[in-house]
């Protein structure tokens, strides 16, 4: 991390910031939060570089509290001081304007002054004149597919009582695809604060002998329960549901919730504990409002649930405690704690059945008792007495959480991944999770 530019950033920030507060009236409230990032980004394609180059990026977001009615704008932040005040006050004076339009709103939440923070997590990235050679170094000779990010991500969140959160970050991944003559597929992610040359090359070598794989026959697996394995990238796709109408506290409140079962004393597997850690230091502990999360908040431990995600919204409207969650009650930092299968064991104790690498496509077919369907993609195998023998075809399950992570869950893996956020809509994506494979029963495969 340049210590420069980000305090490049935090200067311009700083200084729009004090003039939108010195300009408020009596009875107004403002939020003002930052999203910025320095990125470096490549593709590739073939193993070859088809796009390569530098985004450098600023929004200021502002929301406006007058009268029980909040208002939103946002703008770019240029770096240069009379622009970007000129702009600041421009939105200022709109969401004025456009508050007087809106109802009025029962459950506001009011800003409030706790705690300031600062945190700068710097790191070990890969130079831009060196990123393309070390990154195909290991793959030449195959057909490698796929982009690096990495740079510097910066999320900021002030308040007109004085409150200021500032969080900066360097960080990277690679999400990337291996492709065989037959346009079979084995994919791979990965993701740090610091490169290691070594632990990426462990990567690629691993996924290569995937690779070789994928030139098995076709064992066709018709609709019904096998035994499977759940890679950790698989495990992240299913977790990635409980951001989707179940941990939400709004959500079981409002009956929508997958996880409501578990409020009424069905448990999961003990072998599943599950809560938020912001120790890594992936994501920002604040959240929209400025509230500040535990370091580590524990949601369901040894299978049953003992927290849900609170925002202030939802603790005002139902007379509940905030945790510091954010507007839509997701997940931030999860991880699901690790269990006692050895990696070299997989195989072994999956005997005969199903080895998934990745999933796609998810939804919930019956949310109230936390079925979820999607399609099984990349590095899916048949296993036949603890051996690889074949692939498969894509298959759709659609199975209940209540069973993968409850009765029919057999062990968790003694390792985990760290799986990152590689969406780059707009800006990057902060953070990931960390998750163990697991092995199950009987997991329901509809087509």
Request: charged share 20%.
């Given at each position: 991390m340049s210590n420069f530019e980000n305090k490049y950033w935090e200067l311009s920030f700083n200084s729009v910031s004090e003039k939108l507060f010195n300009n408020l009236k009596e009875g107004e409230y403002l939020i003002i939060q930052l999203t910025a990032?320095?990125?470096h980004f490549i593709r590739f394609n073939h193993?070859?570089?088809?796009?390569?180059?530098?985004?450098?990026?600023?929004?200021?977001s502002l929301k406006l509290i007058s009268s029980q009615k909040t208002a939103y704008a946002n703008f770019p932040l240029t770096g240069n001081e009379e622009i970007d005040?000129?702009?600041?006050?421009?939105?200022l004076d709109y969401l004025r304007s456009e508050i007087k339009l809106l109802p009025e709103d029962p459950y506001i939440v009011l800003p409030q002054y706790h705690t300031s923070s600062h945190e700068v997590y710097p790191s070990n990235l890969?130079?831009?004149?060196?990123a393309i050679e070390y990154i195909l170094k290991p793959v030449q000779g195959l057909d490698f597919t796929g982009y690096y990010a990495g740079g510097l991500m910066i999320r900021a969140n002030y308040n007109s009582l004085g409150q200021k959160h500032w969080f900066a970050t360097d960080s990277f991944f690679i999400d990337y695809s291996l492709i065989n003559h037959n346009n079979k597929a084995i994919k791979g992610t990965f993701s740090a604060r610091d490169w290691d040359f070594n632990q990426y090359q462990h990567q690629i070598n691993w996924n290569k002998k995937?690779?070789?794989k994928l030139n098995l026959p076709i064992h066709e697996v018709k609709p019904g329960?096998?035994?499977?394995?759940l890679a950790p990238s698989a495990i992240a796709s299913l977790l990635?549901?409980?951001s989707w109408g179940a941990i939400s506290e709004a959500s079981l409140q409002q009956g929508g919730s997958a996880l409501a079962k578990m409020r009424q004393e069905e448990n999961l597997s003990v072998l599943f504990s599950l809560k938020e850690n912001f120790e890594s230091g992936n994501v920002p502990r604040f959240n929209d409002l400025g509230e500040v999360s535990p370091n580590e908040l524990p949601l369901i431990e040894s299978g049953k649930l003992v927290n849900t995600l609170i925002n202030s919204r939802t603790a005002l409207e139902?007379?509940?405690?905030?945790?510091?969650?954010?507007?839509?009650?997701?997940?931030?930092?999860?991880?699901?704690k690790a269990g006692s299968l050895k990696e070299e064991e997989i195989l072994k104790n999956l005997d005969t059945g199903l080895y998934l690498s990745n999933l796609h496509y998810l939804n919930w077919s019956d949310r109230s008792s936390g079925r979820i369907t999607g399609m099984t993609r990349y590095g899916c195998f048949w296993v036949e007495k603890g051996e690889i023998v074949a692939t498969i075809k894509d298959l759709r399950f659609d199975d209940s959480l209540y069973s993968f992570f409850g009765h029919n869950l057999i062990a968790l893996t003694d390792f985990r991944e760290f799986i990152p956020e590689i969406s780059t809509y707009e800006s990057r994506s902060l953070g990931g999770c960390l998750v163990p494979g697991a092995l199950v029963n009987q997991f329901t495969f509809t087509l």
């Open positions: 990032e320095k990125s193993a070859k570089v088809r796009q390569t180059g530098m985004v450098i990026d600023a929004e200021v005040l000129s702009l600041a006050l421009e939105n890969l130079n831009p004149e060196i995937q690779l070789e329960n096998y035994r499977t394995y990635g549901m409980f139902y007379n509940l405690t905030a945790n510091g969650a954010n507007n839509s009650e997701s997940l931030r930092s999860p991880e699901i």
